[in-house]
Nanobody, 123 residues
Framework: VQLQASGGGLVQAGDSLRLSCAAS????????VGWFRQAPGKEREWVTV????????SYSDSVKGRFTISRDNAKNLVYLQMNSLKPEDTAVYYC?????????????????WGQGTQVTVSS
């Protein structure tokens, strides 16, 4: 499966953005999808994950209550709605897919990765 993340941009603190992860080459409903981010000089950080059906989600403490992951399997898309953005959310955001049935929280558990989209939040 090929993944393409999009929707990043430059926003001010408190603004919202919606990222999209588009899949091709496979049916996305066969994959759990996670979002990760990596800020300059920092390690990659897991952000959130959604199960194959969309019935289960999990969030890191740093984004819980502000970010929402969702999916439209008919369109082969996964979304990350980011509200109340903070400067510390600035990073390159990546979507990743895993075909196994359980939610995964580590990058090494994902087999397929998109190219990343830059999110910059100014104060």
């Amino acid at each position: 499966v090929q993944l393409q993340a999009s929707g990043g941009g430059l926003v001010q603190a408190g603004d919202s953005l919606r990222l999209s992860c588009a899949a091709s080459g496979a049916t996305l409903s066969n994959y759990a999808v996670g979002w990760f981010r990596q800020a300059p000089g920092k390690e990659r950080e897991w952000v959130t994950v959604i199960s194959r059906s969309g019935g289960a989600t999990s969030y890191s403490d740093s984004v819980k209550g502000r970010f929402t992951i969702s999916r439209d399997n008919a369109k082969n898309l996964v979304y990350l709605q980011m509200n109340s953005l903070k400067p510390e959310d600035t990073a390159v955001y990546y979507c990743a897919a895993d075909s196994r049935p359980y939610l995964r929280f580590k990058g090494e558990d994902y087999s397929y990765w998109g190219q990343g989209t830059q999110v910059t939040v100014s104060s």
